[in-house]
């Protein structure tokens, strides 16, 4: 089944804790990219990668880390969590030449204490 | 000012209503116009898109742009209970290379059987 999983689904942590959320996609696409999603701001790109060792910023991506080694993966590293990075996170992908067609993951809720 | 805007809700009608979810925009430069549902608990996924103004339809979904006022549209005739998700509109500029999507904030939908 042609999907993008997200790990964890859930995760509650303390500030300043480092966590990696992984993000895996086996649709073979190159264009990569993690959102978060608060209420009332709607879903905003953190950081998005077009192909293997190729990242740049998205619109809120301070705190954040990414990395593109292998092209199914494209693990969000927060090196020190703070209690605003609270959020709902969603990891997408899409074949390039297809711009409209994003297939997101399931989500990770992440509460930072 | 937000680049796209959209009416929160939530917004509760009875089965078999026709819905009309909405979404205003301030880019001019917008040429791609999307729609994804997101279902509870679930990630995003595209319903349909439309390209430059105009109307497409599928099967109970029409997706109608005017470009000219900046405003467009999601209809849904005879809406089932299955209907009840959160409407996300999303956008984007036709020459970008990163195909970067803005979206809305989301309407939620509960149709009650």
């Known amino acids: 089944e042609a999907q993008v999983t997200q790990n964890p689904r859930y995760l509650i942590t303390v500030t300043g804790k480092k966590l990696t959320v992984t993000c895996s996609q086996n649709m073979n696409h190159e264009y990569m990219s993690w959102y978060r999603q608060d209420p009332g701001l709607g879903l905003r790109q953190i950081y998005y990668s077009m192909n293997v060792e190729v990242t740049d910023k998205g619109d809120v991506p301070e705190g954040y880390k990414v990395s593109r080694k292998e092209k199914r993966n494209f693990p969000l590293i927060l090196e020190s969590p703070s209690p605003n990075q609270t959020s709902l996170y969603f990891c997408a992908s899409r074949p390039s030449g297809r711009p409209n067609e994003q297939f997101f993951g399931p989500g990770t809720r992440l509460t930072v204490l | 000012q937000k680049e796209v805007e959209q009416d929160p809700g939530p917004l509760s009608v009875p089965e078999g209503a026709i819905v009309s979810l909405n979404c205003t925009y301030s880019n001019s430069a917008f040429q791609y116009f999307m729609w994804y549902r997101q279902y509870s608990r679930k990630g995003p996924e595209l319903l349909m898109y439309t390209y430059s103004s105009g109307n497409k339809e599928d099967g109970r979904f029409t997706a109608q742009v005017d470009k000219s006022s900046k405003y467009i549209s999601l209809f849904i005739r005879d809406s089932q209970p299955s209907d009840s998700a959160t409407y996300l509109c999303?956008?984007?500029?036709?020459?970008?290379?990163?195909?970067?999507?803005?979206f809305g904030q989301g309407t939620t939908l509960q149709v009650k059987p």
């Open positions: 999303a956008m984007r500029v036709g020459s970008s290379n990163t195909g970067k999507l803005i």
